[in-house]
Every structure is written in C-alpha cells, then in structure tokens.
C-alpha cells in the first residue's frame, strides 16, 4: 500500500502543486506556506517508510506510530486550510 499507493499519490499531489508555480506564475504567501507545509508532510511520508521497515524489526513502535499519525493529520488539515482560505501571510503574523 506504502510503494504503490502512497508515494505514487504523494508524488502526483507535490508535482500537480508545484506545476502551480509553472502555468499561474503564483508566488502569493499562502502558495509558498503551503509548499513549506507539503514539505514537512515529505519528510513524514519518508519517516513512514523508515517505520515501516523498522516494524518488520521491531514489536514496540506504538509511540512513534501515534506521534507520526497526529503530526501528518494536522499538516494535512494544515495544507487544505491553507488552500482553501488562501490567507493572507501578513494577517498569520
């Protein structure tokens, strides 16, 4: 599900969104916090895969599962919000 699922689709969503910067020629600040935000949800995709191939090792990953599961659930809640309220940078600070 991880290699044929997963990243597949991951990679779909990161170059449908950078494509963004291609066609609309969008650097507005929401775009650029969402990028940053796609970036933290790369490096926990590839955590992921590096839990993966530790559980095959290991019985006692239940911490690092739940930590893993709530920091990718709120940079996913994070990234659409961003999308779909399209704030303005100045008024986050």
């Not at 066609?23 to 992921?48: E, P």
């Amino acid at each position: 599900m991880f290699t044929h699922i997963a990243t597949p689709a991951a990679l779909v969503a990161i170059i449908a969104g950078t494509l963004v910067f291609v066609f609309d020629r969008t650097l507005d600040g929401w775009l650029i916090a969402k990028l940053t935000l796609v970036v933290g949800l790369v490096i926990s995709h590839v955590l992921t895969g590096l839990l993966i191939l530790k559980a095959a090792s290991s019985k006692s990953l239940g911490l690092s599962c739940a930590v893993l599961g709530i920091a990718q659930s709120i940079l996913i809640v994070a990234i659409f919000w961003t999308v779909l309220a399209k704030p303005s940078i100045a008024a986050l600070q």
